[in-house]
């Protein structure tokens, strides 16, 4: 049975820095492209970050753009989201999710199966 399970979030000061981890079972995390995406309470989900099969292509949305770094590690099967210099606008659940089509995945859009979320708060 395909899953994804994210981890790695918490409470963390604005400035600070988390990791968040999003592990595969059940299929092969290398044939895929991988997306995080976050939802804020009260707004719609956004795409955060996307990194092609192979790791030689990435998309990052311009808020995040030089704070936020996306890395696979396809012999663990698992996909990192490293969050430096958080903010409070930062704060939502934090979900990672695949694409067979790389189009999907850099257009934030389309994508084929979700992990349940991490969440990740940045407050003072």
């Known amino acids: 049975q395909l899953q994804l399970v994210e981890s790695g979030g918490g409470l963390v000061q604005p400035g600070g820095s988390l990791r968040l981890s999003c592990a595969a079972s059940?299929?092969?995390?290398?044939?895929?492209?991988i997306g995080w995406f976050r939802q804020a309470p009260g707004k719609e989900r956004e795409g955060v970050s996307c990194?092609?099969?192979?790791?030689?292509?990435?998309n990052s949305a311009d808020s995040v753009k030089g704070r936020f770094t996306i890395s696979r590690d396809n012999a663990k099967n698992t996909v990192y989201l490293q969050m430096n210099s958080l903010k409070p606008e930062d704060t939502g659940i934090y979900y990672c999710?695949?694409?067979?089509?790389?189009?999907?995945?850099?257009?934030?859009?389309?994508?084929?199966?979700w992990g349940k979320g991490t969440l990740v708060t940045v407050s003072s």
């Open positions: 990194i092609s099969s192979s790791g030689g292509s990435i």
């Open positions: 059940g299929f092969t995390l290398a044939d895929y492209h």
């Open positions: 999710a695949v694409s067979l089509v790389f189009r999907r995945c850099v257009s934030f859009n389309g994508m084929d199966y």
